[in-house]
């Protein structure tokens, strides 16, 4: 059915009345777009940007990124992916940027990737909660490769950042943040943060890798990388703050030193390979005291660092005109390691650095799934098939509880192929999944059993001791030799949750052997569930 009649490009009547037909014998006219609006309805357009091959939608101007955001803010479209294709300079006006996800209901929760562009002249200050680039982010956000130039300042109340001023709500994967930048000059009157403000209630995971804080920061209270997140599985790996921070504590007491990079609740956060060469005073955060160089951070040690074992090269620095290395490609910047050096890459005698390939690595020799050498892991240790590693052994399984707790690898599927007698490692085996990397992945026993394997631990003790949002365990017997023993609470075949919201399912599961916990909440199959956040089918 169509209306016949004089018709705006909203569909409304110009004048008269509408006449109804089966025929369309009066089209309504077109919108007459002007940068992503319609000059005369006013209509927010969200066909204005057509999205590229893998979905993006380019943003190449102040105007594309202003229409962005009001697909984000006013038409609700929260999980759109934007991809700049140049720098945005928004001209130093004061609030010519809204932040993308304005609110908590609204929080942004797609991919934007910067591609090593800048946001130039962004100038926002506003007396509310929520400010940065991106005001609110729900966990599953990826921001990566975003660079906010020395010449924006940001000023707000609480949760306020140079990238995201708040973040909220789990979502079922954590927000990731890489290859990130903050040069900008961030103030707030509450939690303020170099890269995130804060995170609030209910808390998401959140994983930052290679991120870099060059600003000043001040805030009640004020850190580097994040004022605040209070989620387990979170980490922080390869970031740098060279950035003066005025606000500095130590989490409320929560630590007997100062947070000048990240505050978080202990127990929840892996900061690793992370530095703060700002010179301040009084700091308890990325404090590093083994340089091998006069001049580590000019002269390239910081850099090379900076990319661990070298396999994946993401800091760059053109040594002797650079001054510090940033996490984005320049031409020419790679920095390498010249003399002795062990298989990941650690010197083993006097090494000098250049951008000149001073030649390769001798090779990983490993055992049990792990190099002897450098204790870096063997990824191909266990068969892949249809994406479940495939455990037949006990030094694969041992293999395993490593790579969750230790490497963060806690979203693999795996699949038992083989009964598996732990004797060999049973002093050595620690339960799959801590608070720090909870195991969030499908773990099907397919009817095997395990023998001989004698757990110990102190809270959330088990085969798999504390499971993440999504876990299946199924399908998997521990036989009469096993045992299971924790110093604190919560012991059984799965050791439990502790304030996780999410879903966790179990099924087909036995438990034959003997379960112990010196304060409380012991159990054959689950041991419990702190908080009563997490949904638990069995």
């Known amino acids: 059915m169509y209306g016949i009649g004089n018709k705006r490009c909203d569909g409304t009547v110009i004048d008269g009345v509408l006449t109804f037909s089966n025929e369309n014998t009066s089209p309504t006219p077109q919108h007459d777009d002007v940068d992503g609006w319609c000059t005369v309805c006013g209509n927010l357009l969200q066909d204005h940007i057509t999205p590229d091959a893998d979905g993006f939608l380019p943003l190449g101007s102040v ?134 403000g804060a995170g609030l209630s209910a808390y998401p995971s959140m ?14 209270p004020a850190t580097a990388l994040c004022s605040w997140l209070n989620a387990g599985g979170s980490s922080i790996t390869n970031c740098v703050n060279s950035g003066i921070i005025n606000g500095i504590d130590n989490a409320g007491n929560k630590f007997d030193y100062m947070c000048n990079l990240v505050r978080y609740e202990p127990g929840t956060m892996n900061v690793s390979n992370c530095y703060d060469i700002s010179g301040m005073e009084e700091i308890g955060q990325g404090i590093y005291l083994d340089w091998t160089t006069d001049n580590p951070v000019e002269g390239g040690e910081l850099c090379y660092l900076l990319n661990g074992d070298q396999s994946v090269i993401s800091w760059y620095q053109k040594i002797d005109t650079d001054a510090t290395p940033v996490p984005y490609y320049i031409d ?17 005698g006097s090494v000098s650095y250049s951008n000149t390939d001073g030649g390769s690595l001798p090779p990983h020799e490993f055992e049990d799934g792990f190099c002897i050498n450098c204790d870096a892991p063997q990824l191909d240790y266990a068969e892949v098939v249809d994406g479940f590693h495939c455990i037949d052994t006990d030094s694969k399984l041992y293999w395993l509880s490593r790579m969750v707790n230790e490497k963060n690898y806690g979203n693999w599927d795996v699949r038992l192929t083989a009964d598996i007698d732990m004797d060999m490692y049973s002093d050595l085996f620690m339960p799959i999944g801590s608070n720090g990397a909870r195991y969030s992945g499908h773990f099907d026993g397919q009817g095997h059993k395990i023998s001989n394997l004698h757990i110990n631990g102190g809270n959330y003790t088990g085969f798999i001791g504390q499971p993440g949002n999504g876990a299946i365990i199924e399908n998997l017997l521990l036989d009469e030799t096993c045992s299971i023993n924790a110093t604190g609470e919560c012991a059984a075949l799965v050791g439990g949750t502790n304030q996780m919201s999410g879903s966790v399912t179990l099924r087909n599961l036995g438990n034959m052997g003997n379960v112990y916990a010196s304060s409380k909440q012991a159990a054959g199959i689950f041991g419990g569930n702190s908080g009563s956040k997490t949904k638990l089918t069995i």
Request: aromatic letters at 6%.
């Open 207 to 220: 994983k930052m890798v290679n991120c870099l804080n060059t600003g000043e920061i001040t805030g009640t």
């Open 63 to 196: 105007a594309d990124v202003k229409w962005f955001t009001a697909m984000v803010n006013e038409a609700g479209l929260t999980t759109i992916n934007g991809k700049l294709t140049a720098d945005i300079d928004f001209g130093g006006a004061e609030n010519a940027h809204t932040p993308i996800g304005p609110n908590t209901t609204y929080k942004y929760n797609g991919i934007f990737d910067g591609q090593g562009h800048r946001i130039k002249n962004m100038v926002l200050n506003m007396p509310q909660d929520g400010v940065g680039f991106f005001g609110y982010v729900r966990g599953g956000t990826v921001i990566r490769n975003l660079i906010i130039d020395k010449s924006c300042e940001i000023s707000g109340n609480g949760r306020v950042g140079g990238l995201i001023g708040g973040v909220q709500t789990n979502g079922n994967t954590p927000l990731t943040i890489e290859n990130c930048v903050n040069e900008a000059t961030v103030y707030g009157t509450g939690a303020t943060g170099g890269i995130v």
């Open 332 to 348: 020419g910047g790679r920095v390498f390691a010249n003399g002795e050096l062990s298989c990941d890459g650690t010197p083993l």
